[in-house]
């Protein structure tokens, strides 16, 4: 089975890029969503409070509430890459244990949710914003990168997440740009509302069946 990697920086809209691809059949990982999984385990959880004690101390934190430390741990790590880099050491490697398990699951599985064509996919698809920046790319076969401008993607983050532009562009600083993705990408979508995403996610997926 194929293994296509699926990436852009936040709000460039990859997840609902991988929605489309969801409704064509195609099975998809979201990293973003297993890492917050693995986060939320009592182990891991108590290991994060241990490297970032400071979470304790932030006004907005509410023990036993994983949203205010979620945030909390946000403000903290991403206006400092040293921090950012604790933080990816404790769970990159549990997300790609996971990510590879569920990869060679659906590479066993003769049962996975047919395509418009009605047969088997022949791919799996991995949603990670870091992809690249993670190494997480090296287990891919295909990349595609989501694509729009930096001020839609600041809108589009802000109005999704509710949290503010200083903290949107720190986030984006510690995020390739699309200029950095794009000679590992092998296809490229651009998700700026002029263009038909459903349309682009068409073609791609056909390619990927051929």
């Known amino acids: 089975m194929i293994r296509v990697g699926l990436t852009g920086g936040i709000g460039s809209g990859k997840s609902t890029v991988a929605r ?7 099975p998809v990982y979201c ?3 297993a890492s917050k999984r693995i986060l939320a385990s009592p182990e891991v959880h108590a290991r ?13 934190f509410t023990p036993g509430s994983f949203i205010s430390f979620t945030r909390a741990l ?15 050491n404790l769970l990159h490697p549990l997300v790609f244990s996971d990510c590879e398990a569920w990869l060679e699951r659906q590479a066993q599985n003769a049962d996975l949710t ?24 090296k287990n891919m076969d295909k990349i595609i990168s989501v694509e729009c401008p930096v001020e839609m ?24 740009s ?12 651009e998700n700026d509302g002029r263009q038909s ?3 682009a996610v068409r073609a791609i997926d056909l390619q990927l069946r051929a």
């Open 20 to 26: 489309v691809f969801a409704a064509f059949g195609i």
């Open 31 to 33: 990293a973003d969503t």
């Open 48 to 60: 994060a409070l241990a490297l970032f004690p400071e979470i304790k101390a932030d006004p907005d």
């Open 74 to 88: 946000g403000r903290i790590v991403f206006p400092s890459p040293q921090r950012l880099s604790v933080l990816n």
């Open 114 to 137: 047919s395509g418009p064509d009605g047969r088997r996919p022949p791919y799996a698809m991995v949603e990670a914003a870091i992809l690249l920046e993670s190494g997480l790319y």
């Open 153 to 176: 993607q600041i809108e589009r983050a802000h109005r999704r997440d509710g949290v503010s532009e200083d903290m949107i562009r720190a986030r984006l600083a510690r995020q390739w």
């Open 178 to 189: 699309a200029e950095q993705r794009r000679p590992y990408a092998d296809f490229i979508i």
């Open 197 to 199: 995403v459903l349309a």
